[in-house]
């Protein structure tokens, strides 16, 4: 039976990225030697580094002065990393869920860390941004609760946030569309989502906006480190970085950020549209200018909630997978980042479409 994965990281990879993966887990390019056992100081490691920071510049249109990371401990090792660098005396943070909580929580730590606004279910614009941050913290999709910010709020925020350095945890959103990186001084996630498997993690870096705070900044936590050790200043996680190299060529293959920024639109459209049509399900978020378009979140409406549980194994005998919500949210949650295609959201609708008909009529 075919699957669906709309797991919500790790998750789903294009098949044909796997599938190249797994050959170079068996003879990696060529050179009779499995990508598992190859040093990252062997000539051949070089070339794929360069790579993948090269393509993420051309595919976001990164401008000069900036450097893209590769480095492990994930985006929540980022919570602390970005005010061990960043914040001397304040940083302000917007709340949108689970995820800037956690930012936010590490960031109190270091300085006076301020919460400018706060909700789950809806991205909040009513807030001033200090002018004397060091830093204004964004979380730019909402992986548990299914909010993301759209590009009109995104854009409001460059207009407030005047000469404040932004930062971004875009861990389940990043290449799912352009983003004018100009706009940012750091970008950075958990690349599980929509990049590479679990164990490697990007950066997006300005160089220009390191050396301001005056505490000692251990070796290994210093963004500078790795600027100056271009990733490579400790073992990278060679296999991930190598997988993230095919994720970006095979999305530059198809038409970059552009092509699935209108393929995600339509999914997102699809799924969302079924929803709102829906006698027995209804999304979890109401305003639909505040809805994710990577983790599309569902509840049966009240009047059904026991059929829960028999929509869960209906769904999963069809194949459906990874599709129970985050606990703390309970119903549904499909995630469709950039591999999923259309058909496989249809597939889900055309489920939800086939379980609506039978308990309705019976
Ligand atoms: C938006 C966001 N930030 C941070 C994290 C944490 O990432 P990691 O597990 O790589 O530390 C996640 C994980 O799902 C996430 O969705």
Same mark, same amino acid.
């Given at each position: 039976m075919k699957k669906y994965n709309f797991n919500a990281g790790p998750s789903i990879?294009? *098949?044909?990225?796997?599938? *190249?993966?797994?050959?170079a887990v068996i003879d990696f390019q060529g050179e009779g030697l499995s990508v598992l056992e190859i040093s990252h100081r062997a000539k051949y490691f070089q070339p794929v580094m360069?790579?993948?920071?090269?393509?993420?510049?051309?595919?976001?249109?990164?401008?000069?002065?900036?450097?893209v990371l590769f480095l492990g401990g994930g985006a929540s090792l980022q919570f602390c990393m970005v005010p061990f660098n960043m914040l001397e005396h304040k940083a302000a943070y917007?709340?949108?869920?689970?995820?800037?909580?956690?930012?936010?929580?590490?960031a109190k730590g270091f300085g006076e860390a301020?919460?400018?606004?706060?909700?789950?279910?809806?991205?909040?614009?009513?807030?001033?941004?200090? *002018?004397?941050?060091?830093?204004?913290?964004?979380?730019?999709n909402n992986t548990i609760f299914g909010t993301e910010i759209n590009d009109e709020?995104?854009?409001?925020?460059?207009?407030?946030?005047?000469?404040?350095?932004?930062?971004?945890?875009?861990?389940?959103?990043?290449?799912?569309?352009p983003?004018?990186?100009? *706009?940012?001084?750091i970008i950075y996630g958990g690349a599980q989502k929509n990049l590479a498997p679990a164990g490697v993690t990007f950066v997006i870096i300005k160089e220009s906006c390191l050396g301001k705070v005056s505490r000692y900044i251990p070796t290994m936590l210093n963004y500078q480190t790795h600027i100056d050790g271009g990733s490579m200043f400790n073992t990278p996680p060679v296999l991930p970085v190598y997988t993230a190299v095919l994720t970006l060529r095979w999305l530059k293959a198809n038409g970059g950020v552009k092509w699935i920024e209108a393929r995600n639109k339509a999914k997102a459209d699809l799924l969302y549209k079924c929803l709102d049509e829906s006698k027995l399900f209804m999304p979890t978020i109401s305003k639909k200018e505040d809805r994710s378009r990577m983790n599309i979140c569902f509840v049966f409406k009240p009047e059904y909630a026991d059929l829960q549980d028999d929509f869960f194994k209906f769904a999963t005998a069809k194949g459906m997978v990874g599709i129970k919500g985050h606990r703390?949210?309970?119903?549904?949650?499909?995630s469709c980042y950039n591999?999923?295609?259309?058909?496989?959201?249809q597939a889900l609708v055309d489920c939800i479409h086939e379980y609506e008909e039978l308990k309705i009529k019976n």
């Open positions: 990879l294009p *098949q044909e990225v796997i599938k *190249q993966t797994a050959e360069d790579e993948a920071e090269a393509l993420v510049k051309e595919l976001l249109n990164v401008p000069e002065g900036y450097r917007l709340n949108t869920g689970v995820w800037s909580k956690k930012a936010l929580k590490e301020i919460e400018v606004a706060a909700s789950t279910d809806s991205i909040p614009t009513d807030y001033e941004i200090p *002018q004397d941050a060091d830093y204004f913290h964004i979380t730019t709020k995104l854009a409001e925020i460059y207009k407030k946030k005047g000469n404040v350095p932004l930062v971004a945890d875009m861990s389940s959103d990043i290449l799912s569309r983003i004018d990186v100009s *706009q940012y001084d703390l949210v309970g119903g549904f949650r499909a591999a999923m295609d259309i058909e496989g959201v």
